[in-house]
C-alpha cells in the first residue's frame, strides 16, 4: 500500500490495486471562518495550504471516503471538485442522504463487511471526544482495509482512545493504523480527538504496528503540534513505531 498524506485528515490510500481518498478538505488557505469556541480565532481555516493541486489530488482516484461530514473532512471546494458519478462510502443512511442532496450519485453506507474490487472495507466504531462534547460532535467511523495482496491498514477517524478501538486493535489485528492526533479541542469539552497519550494507548495495544498520525496543524483548533508530540515519542522510545507526516509525505508499506 501507499498512503500519502495530504492536509489535515485527507489522505490519498493507494490498495488493493486502487485509490481512495479520505476525508477530503480541498478548500485553498483560509477560505472558512475558524470553529468557534476555541482557540485562534483570528485564523481562517485551513491554516496552511495544500501540498499539491486540487487536479493532482482527484486525479485517478477510484473512490471516496467519508468518515463523517463535519467541514474538515468534507468541504464544498470537495463537493465541486469531485466527479458526482464517483464512487462514495458514508458510515450510515443519513450521512448518505446529505451526500446524495450535494448531487452524488453512486453513495454505499459502510458496514462491517463491504467488498469494493475485491478490497474488504470494515466500518469501525470511533467517538469524536468523551462525556456531554458527543452530543455535539456526532457520530463518526474509522473503516479496516484487508486484501489479500496487502497489510491490514486501520484508518481510525475522528476518535478519542477508548475501549472500542482497542477492541477494533484486537479483532483486525492491523500492521498499519492512521490515527487522527491533533488532540484538537474547543475551549471547554475535552479533546475532540487522539492526543499524546491516546497515541500511546494505540501503541501499546498494537506494538507490532506502525502507527501514522495526522490531523495535525491545519484548523485552527488543534493543541497538539507536530513538534511536540515527535518529542513525545522519542520520550517513550515509539519514534520506530509512530510516524508524524508532513503534508504531501508518502509512504510505503
Known sequence: ????????????????????????????????????????QDQNNPLVSLPLSVEEIIDGIDAVILTHLHLDHFDDAAKQALPNDIKMFVQNEEDAAVVRADGFKNVEVLTKNTVFEGIQLSKTKGEHGRGEILKRTGLVCGVVFKHKSEKTLYVAG?????????????????????????????????????????????????????????????????????E???????????????LVPDDGEVYTF
Do not use: C
Open 158 to 226: 475522528d476518535t478519542v482512545w477508548y475501549s472500542a478501538v482497542e477492541e477494533e486493535i484486537n479483532t483486525h489485528q492491523p500492521d498499519v493504523i492512521v490515527v487522527n492526533g491533533g488532540d484538537n479541542q474547543f475551549l471547554e469539552g475535552g479533546s475532540l480527538v487522539m492526543g499524546k497519550e491516546d497515541i500511546y494507548e494505540v501503541h501499546k495495544a498494537a506494538p507490532h504496528a506502525t502507527i501514522l498520525s495526522i490531523h495535525m496543524e491545519a484548523v485552527n483548533h488543534w493543541t497538539l503540534s507536530r
Open 1 to 40: 500500500m501507499k498512503i500519502k498524506h495530504i492536509r489535515n485528515a485527507t489522505l490519498l490510500v493507494e490498495y488493493g490495486g486502487k485509490t481512495f481518498l479520505i476525508d477530503p478538505m480541498l478548500a485553498e488557505k483560509g477560505t472558512y471562518p475558524p470553529f468557534p469556541n476555541s482557540i485562534r
Open 228 to 242: 511536540e508530540l515527535k518529542s513525545f515519542i522519542n520520550e517513550k522510545d515509539m519514534a520506530s513505531r509512530v
